[in-house]
């Protein structure tokens, strides 16, 4: 009994760098996706693996948004004060050895909006357009991208109504990413930023909310039209 405990204690104390954690997630989500896909309908789809891959990436990232919610306070005093803060992360997030429980801990991930706060002050901000869009993401766009995952391959509805949930959901993204580049421009949060990290930080992280997205909508638009799952099968 006590080497059970033991075995279990050291089990969960196990910790490996965060980037790890995150192949972890993306192979268990996609491949187990792609596999699930395989076995109902004996096809590698590749608008079903490129949607299930983009849907993997922000259902983690909905749980990084939620996090901005809940530790706005401490990015706030992290971003603000860095020497008054004793409590203030240090070093490479993403090489951080870390437990299973601490990849799911909010405290975690509002490192990786400090980070992004350099780019993009507004996210040290409860007041910016940043903030609420993303935190707004986190919340409304979980389940139904869970959702879409899911009945991608498993027939729980109709392909009409998929296609509308995925009408709402990457047309919701679209848009909002787009609303997000206006305002950063706009409101001239580029000035002072090196053209690199502009380019590869700002540019490439968000612009795969506007070219997946749009896969996405193309993709309900033939589940509707065609009311077949041809165009995933």
Known sequence: ????????????????????????????????????????????????????????????????????????????????????????????????????????????????????????????????????IDVGNGFSTALPSAFFLVAMTVPLVSPVVLGIVGLLLFYQKFYCTCLYFFQYFYNQRWRERSLGGLIGVVGGTNSAWLVFPAIGFYVSVRLVVERSFDVLR
Request: one cysteine or more; glycine letters at 8%; hydrophobic letters at 50%.
């Open 1 to 132: 009994m006590e080497s059970s405990v033991s075995a279990s204690a050291v089990s969960a104390a196990r910790r490996y760098p965060v980037w790890i954690w995150l192949v972890a997630w993306m192979i268990a989500l996609v491949g187990g996706s792609v596999l699930l896909h395989w076995s109902w309908h004996g096809v590698v789809n590749g608008w079903q693996i490129t949607l299930a891959f983009f849907l993997a990436i922000n259902l983690l990232i909905c749980g990084w948004e939620i996090s901005l919610w809940h530790r706005i306070a401490d990015i706030r005093r992290w971003f603000h004060d860095p020497r008054g803060s004793d409590d203030r992360p240090r070093g490479n997030l993403y090489t951080t050895p870390v437990s299973a429980r601490e990849f799911a801990s909010t405290r975690l991930w509002a490192r990786t909006w400090l980070g992004y706060a350099y780019w993009d002050d507004g996210y040290a901000d409860p007041k910016s357009f940043g903030f609420a």
